[in-house]
T-cell receptor, first 113, second 114 residues
């Protein structure tokens, strides 16, 4: 969506390397930022989320960082594995519009064995 | 149920026909969302329900799109007089309460308009 920009659109990494996906948002009042993983033909699955009152959150090999001043947040995947290959979407809840979520355009991640 | 269930998984309709897509959210989830996902794009917000109340329908692309959730559980998205540009995957998601809680998605309905 126009309120959330996501980069890069495609990303290839060697197995074991790290992958970083970045998103920027336009509304400084946004307060909830989830990340979803979507495999081909399947439903988006929540992998991690962060709220505006924290700067970083980790869950095993996955971490998300949030910079509220710069209005951007990033997904970090360490020690990538082939099963991490999928499309990843960031999203932001724009609080001033109530309940709308804007999704990024997605990053297609390929982990090369 | 264990997760969000959507039906049908695939729907093919001729241009001009009406279609109805069903979403069965996770039991006890108050909030329900509909999204439209075009090929290679992220989901785009259509509408939001809290229980049976449709609190936000600002994402519905035209008055041909109509959604309801009469008893606060199952929801139906109806598209009247379908057009080719309506072809997309329609995703439903539910959350425990509100839009700042994790949303759980269904598998979606892939709609193809011929």
């Amino acid at each position: 969506g126009e309120n959330v920009e996501q980069h890069p659109s495609t990303l290839s990494v060697q197995e074991g390397d790290s992958a970083v996906i970045k998103c920027t948002y336009s509304d400084s009042a946004s307060n909830y930022f989830p990340w979803y993983k979507q495999e081909l033909g399947k439903r988006p699955q929540l992998i991690i989320d962060i709220r505006s009152n924290v700067g970083e959150k980790k869950d095993q090999r996955i971490a998300v960082t949030l910079n509220k001043t710069a209005k951007h947040f990033s997904l970090h995947i360490t020690e990538t594995q082939p099963e991490d290959s999928a499309v990843y979407f960031c999203a932001a809840r724009l609080s001033n519009t109530g309940n709308q979520f804007y999704f990024g355009t997605g990053t297609s991640l390929t982990v090369i064995p | 149920g264990a997760g969000v269930s959507q039906s049908p998984r695939y729907k093919v309709a001729k241009r001009g026909q009406d279609v109805a897509l069903r979403c069965d959210p996770i039991s006890g989830h108050v909030s329900l969302f509909w999204y439209q996902q075009a090929l290679g794009q992220g989901p785009e917000f259509l509408t939001y329900f809290q229980n049976e109340a449709q609190l936000d329908k600002s994402g519905l692309p035209s008055d041909r799109f109509f959604a309801e959730r009469p008893e606060g559980s199952v929801s139906t998205l109806k598209i009247q007089r379908t057009q080719q540009e309506d072809s997309a995957v329609y995703l439903c998601a539910s959350s425990l309460w509100g839009s700042n809680q994790p949303q759980h998605f269904g598998d979606g309905t892939r709609l193809s308009i011929l």
